[in-house]
């Protein structure tokens, strides 16, 4: 399995506090991905990481900020956490976002984030 | 934009059985890969087939194929000889080559019950 842990795995908190996942991986892969998982929406991206310091929005950005200041960790932050951001959030690590192969993606265990 | 399809919300199948799950994409990309992820109850997703676009001949990991129609844009999977452990949520996956994203793209999912 690949080393990628998540923190915490269960949170909840109260509309309007800040939160901050953390996504470590010990496979020193450069890319990295924060995705949601919704009932009836699958996985969609959030943010993703090309690099240490690089970073670009994915389809739903809105209402979330990341921050990588190294290659094994990738931080998602909630400024001001909604109910609409209860959900599940995963990261993911690949050793190659582009050129060709398939470059498999690697998923962590997952966080369950129940916003009240 | 790319998109994924899954028009099997749910589906059920014998134990020892065959069964086919849907999937259909739209991309005006030429080069890019197809995947099947399985999540159990235990929300870890794990990579069951991947299939390369660029290759005719269809993916195959055990109990597990596909059949990749690129003209038709469809990447159904086949689960032969089921098992109870092959009950899971299937996400179809879509990412292109190249760009410097690499993210994938999901359906929603289908959700496969399998009866003893």
């Given at each position: 399995d690949a080393g990628i842990t998540q923190s915490p795995r269960h949170k909840v908190t109260e509309t309007g506090t800040p939160v901050t996942l953390r996504c470590h991986q010990t496979e020193n892969h450069r890319y990295m991905y924060w995705y949601r998982q919704d009932p009836g929406h699958g996985l969609r991206l959030?943010?993703?990481?090309?690099?240490?310091?690089?970073?670009?929005?994915?389809?739903?950005?809105?209402?979330?900020?990341?921050?990588?200041?190294?290659?094994?960790?990738?931080?998602?932050?909630?400024?001001?956490?909604?109910?609409s951001q209860t959900s599940v959030y995963f990261c993911a690590i690949s050793e190659r976002g582009r050129t060709s192969g398939t470059n498999e993606q690697f998923f962590g265990p997952g966080t369950r984030l129940t916003v009240l | 934009?790319?998109?994924?399809?899954?028009?099997?919300?749910?589906?059920?199948?014998q134990e020892a059985e065959t069964?086919?799950?849907?999937?259909?994409?739209?991309?005006?990309?030429?080069?890019?890969?197809l995947f099947?992820?399985?999540?159990?109850?235990?929300r870890q997703m794990i990579l069951v087939i991947r299939q390369e676009a660029y290759k005719q001949q269809n993916a195959t990991e055990n109990r597990f194929s596909v059949n990749f129609q690129k003209a038709a844009?469809?990447?159904?999977?086949?689960?032969?000889?089921?098992?109870?452990?092959?009950?899971?949520m299937y996400f179809c996956?879509?990412?292109?080559?190249?760009?410097?994203?690499?993210?994938?793209?999901?359906?929603?999912?289908?959700?496969?019950?399998?009866?003893?």
């Open positions: 959030i943010h993703y990481s090309y690099g240490v310091k690089d970073t670009d929005k994915g389809e739903v950005s809105d209402g979330y900020s990341v921050s990588r200041s190294k290659t094994e960790d990738f931080l998602l932050t909630l400024e001001s956490a909604t109910s | 934009a790319q998109t994924v399809t899954q028009s099997q919300p749910e589906m059920s199948v069964v086919t799950l849907s999937c259909t994409y739209d991309t005006s990309e030429s080069d890019y890969y099947w992820y399985k999540q159990p109850p235990s844009k469809s990447f159904s999977l086949k689960i032969s000889d089921s098992q109870l452990g092959d009950a899971a996956a879509y990412r292109k080559d190249g760009g410097s994203q690499g993210n994938l793209i999901f359906g929603k999912g289908t959700k496969l019950s399998v009866k003893p």
